[in-house]
């Protein structure tokens, strides 16, 4: 049953909050005790905080909202340059001018979820009661309680309905739990090499990494920001874990196979003698730069706790009878963490429910992170579904 | 080209010598300075000693020997009851009377490889030229100095040529390497589950482990025992996530699925929610327990290294040409640590180096653990293998 949702009389777009205290990088959008966050634990939320990113400009029908949702460890700098490592946004090959979700025609926002560190509000956040950091006294999360949150905001930003919301891995989860929680919001929606629930694979993986950061001494309990430490070493085991499974063996045998770090052969050490090695390595140590290790927990949890079919009686179909909105998924072939067969079993709720769906697997041997590369047939496929959609509620 | 060996002169079958000093489970054998191992990276070990279990009875023409390889956290202890876990062997399944490695007909010698922890010399054992374990000052050793090592072993035995050599995942890497190295005593080679060489995705996965280990400050820079600690924590870390690996995404929904630990639903905290996090949590505390941190480094090590057709010019089919051993390979459909065409490369070298082989690929959903598992196909072939490998050197 979707969410009941009033919008505020007299909303607005928010002016920008830049250079606000918490969060120097993005406007942040605060609700205050007058608009709590009730979670699907049953814990209230408040005061909570969205930091946010928004590209190209509202039409005076505000008809032209996209919602990007941001996957595990990315956030709300989906098209611009990244403030703390310098990079470009996530999705810079997809969203920006002339591009397939084109800010020239489109207005995207892009938030920090639930539970994250950039922004909004998370463990690494001050407690209200304690004045100190939440830590493991931040409640746990779901990502149906992530997409309340960003339905707070797009009201707040004074928009009923959103043309699209996007997606790929955690973010297409939002998608689906857009769809399910607020038909009537959703206009379109494009999940994208995502599950309708995680697998038990997909849960132990996390689990490993869950452990690995829980088993770094410095992770003191949850409370190494009070103790002044970071579990930077077990924070980067986690995601040197978790990063081989975002990309397919082809993939890594393409880009690495055996090579060797010396072409002098081997060390006889523990030392990075393939390239393979060393390029994890860094994947680790350059995460814990950039994120929060109990926000690493706590979104981990969110995702092992997503299985829409049983918020709806153990039947898929039953989140979205009755729907209007327009779906189109993509799963990748290569991609082993969310495969092809995850997307047909939403394909076929859909289908059950008398959606409108289309359905495309994309040929490609980049793994699940492919979602986040150079894919034309994803482009090509993204501007096509969008410009219709577009069309459908009457944009030039 | 394959290492030279002679048979000391009144080699005998050794005496078990249960209740030695340094190892009080299994038999040990002791290689003193007059005979040195020459490793691969050019180190010397010496001396060294080599741990094994033996089954059954070796026939008066010494032609009865099966030399069982173990895979990388296993140990001799194939058919007997475990001495640290009381756990039944890990290839009780399949080594026994009347079982299909037949101990009424067959010798079975199995041996705990170089750089283990179980009686053969490795980082835990008591470095000669300080007094003190070895530590990161042990040699980084090979898989083919694996099996240089069970060579002198065998020889030791008074055994000049192995009926057959069998093992799967590593134990089915050094088959291969002894296959490759002492083609003229070995008749009959097995190579289960396993691969020529070790893929990218693998060592990212063993680098993974190893960095989850020396993350553990109670690693102590590789010198725990000394310092009375131990990496408990890390190799724990390391144990999940590679238990991922051993297991199929079918298996692990199979027996797991996304079922409660509790089933009055979620905890929403980071207990073990989910059976699958509880079994892991349990694999990764029930492993450190019985096995040696370093030697996981070392063993991983080992595997990673392994490239068979690197050693020989980067024809693989060159490392076999002119052998008369007969080879029996078997994979698995759901195994995706070692897949089958992991398997095919080598079918394919065996081929073109004229060798005669057999390959069976056997429909599972188990993944990589179905050849320690009951796999009634699997049992059946390798029966058959071994009975005509005795009939085809004149056992009844």
Redesign the interface.
């Known amino acids: 049953m979707a969410d009941s949702v009033t919008l505020s009389p007299g909303a607005r777009i928010a002016e920008p909050a830049r250079g606000e205290a918490d969060h120097p990088h993005s406007p942040v959008v605060r609700f205050g005790a007058d608009r709590p966050l009730r979670l ?4 209230v939320l408040s005061p909570f905080q969205i930091g946010y990113q928004t590209y190209g400009t509202l039409n005076a029908a505000r008809s032209n909202a996209i919602m990007v949702c941001h996957a595990l460890t990315a956030d709300q700098h989906a098209a611009n340059v990244h403030p703390v490592t310098g990079k470009p946004g996530w999705w810079e090959t997809l969203i920006g001018p002339g591009k397939p979700i084109d800010t020239d025609r489109f207005f995207v926002i892009s938030s920090n979820v639930l539970g994250g560190c950039l922004g909004t509000t998370g463990p690494s956040s001050t407690n209200p009661a304690t004045g100190a950091p939440y830590g ?1 006294d931040f ?2 999360v779901t990502i149906r309680d992530m997409v309340r949150a960003q339905s707070m905001l797009v009201e707040h930003l004074g928009i009923e309905r959103l043309l699209a919301v996007v997606g790929g891995s955690m973010g297409g989860m939002q998608v689906l739990q857009w769809a399910a929680s607020y038909p009537e919001r959703v206009f379109a929606a494009m999940p994208i090499a995502t599950a309708a ?5 997909n ?3 996390h ?2 990494g ?3 950061v ?4 410095d992770w003191q309990g949850g409370r190494y920001l009070a103790a002044g430490t970071s579990p930077r ?2 924070l ?2 986690a995601r ?2 978790a990063h ?1 499974t975002y ?1 397919s ?1 082809g993939s ?2 393409r ?4 090579r060797l770090q010396d072409r002098d052969g ?1 060390t ?3 030392d ?3 390239q ?2 060393s390029y ?2 860094h994947q ?1 140590e350059a995460f814990v730069d950039r994120f929060d290790a109990n926000s690493y ?1 706590y979104v981990t ?1 969110a995702m ?2 997503f ?1 829409l079919a ?1 918020e709806h009686g153990g039947v898929l179909a039953n989140a979205f009878r009755g729907t209007t909105t327009r779906f189109c998924l993509i799963s990748f072939t290569s991609d ?1 963490l969310f ?1 092809t067969p995850d997307s047909r079993a939403v394909v076929h709720a859909l289908n059950a429910a008398g959606a409108s769906v289309s359905f495309a697997e994309i040929e490609t041997d980049k793994g699940h992170d492919a979602f986040l590369l150079d894919e034309p047939e994803l482009f090509a496929i993204t501007r096509g579904f969008l410009d219709a959609a577009a069309r459908g509620v009457g944009i030039r």
Do not use: C, N, T
């Open positions: 699907d634990s049953g814990a493991l409640p746990v629930r995680h697998s038990a694979q849960i132990a993986f689990e490993v869950r452990q690995a829980m088993a770094d001494p070493r077990g980067s085991v040197m874990a081989i990309m063996d890594l045998h880009k690495f196979g055996r081997h006889f050490s523990f990075a003698d393939f393979v090695e994890l390595r680790g927990l949890r092992d706790y299985d049983a082993w495969p």
